[in-house]
């Protein structure tokens, strides 16, 4: 089956780059069935989506990050990634990839999350 | 921008009674709802899409139900296993979510 796995590091300072990668296996990142999205959850919190690509390249962000969010997508690996600039204590989270059905905007696949603290 | 609010914030209930969760929508979704059961360290878990389609591998007590602005997430008879937190989700937003914990 289908499983999603983040991997990057856990500690980014505050005013860099936060950068994530997805790794899917069991299946094909270039189905046109799905878009591969990003979501965060500080901590004690609720869910925010962050982002998402389609297989072809095309993306779609949260309009109250989207100045600081690029998705990319390499097919070949089979991989999706995150990059999100000058962050701050407020982008401290743990932060998911997920698969979302085009037909029912529902994220049906998660991967089991990366804790990224962001700290001096 | 769609707005979901969820209700209520905690649910205290016991193993064996029924469990029901409110979803509002601040305008029509048509019938566009998920639900979510999320544990402790654990990532979310799909349970219901369309409103009420169960997920693969979902247990019958889990039902969905509403359309347009009011959503319902209903389980039966509550196991151990389902204390949780639960989130409802339209696109790309999500509910605050509502926890239900054992009373």
């Known amino acids: 089956q289908v499983q999603l796995q983040e991997s990057g590091p856990g500690l980014v300072k505050p005013s860099q780059t936060l950068s994530l990668t997805c790794t899917v296996s069991g299946g094909s990142i270039s189905s046109g069935d799905y878009y591969w999205s990003w979501i965060r959850q500080p901590p004690g919190k609720g869910l925010e989506w962050i982002g998402y690509i389609y297989y072809s390249g095309s993306t779609y962000y949260n309009p109250s990050l989207k100045s600081r969010v690029t998705i990319s997508v390499d097919t070949s690996k089979n991989q999706f990634s995150l990059k999100l600039s000058s962050v701050t204590a407020a982008d401290t989270a743990v932060y998911y990839c997920?698969?979302?059905?085009?037909?029912?905007?529902?994220?049906?696949?998660w991967g089991q999350g990366t804790m990224v603290t962001v700290s001096s | 921008e769609i707005v979901l609010t969820q209700s209520p914030a905690t649910l205290s209930l016991s193993p064996g009674e029924r469990a029901t969760l409110s979803c509002r929508a601040s305008?029509?979704?048509?019938?566009?709802l998920a639900w979510y059961q999320q544990k402790p360290g654990q990532a979310p878990r799909l349970l219901i899409y369309d409103a009420s389609n169960r997920a693969t591998g979902i247990p019958a007590r889990f039902s969905g139900s509403g359309s347009g602005t009011d959503f319902t997430l209903t389980i039966s008879s509550l196991e151990p296993e389902d204390f949780a937190v639960y989130y409802c989700?339209?696109?790309?937003?999500f509910g605050p979510g509502t926890k239900v914990d054992i009373k």
């Open positions: 305008q029509s979704v048509s019938s566009y």
């Open positions: 997920a698969r979302e059905t085009v037909v029912t905007d529902a994220f049906d696949i």
């Open positions: 989700q339209q696109r790309r937003t």
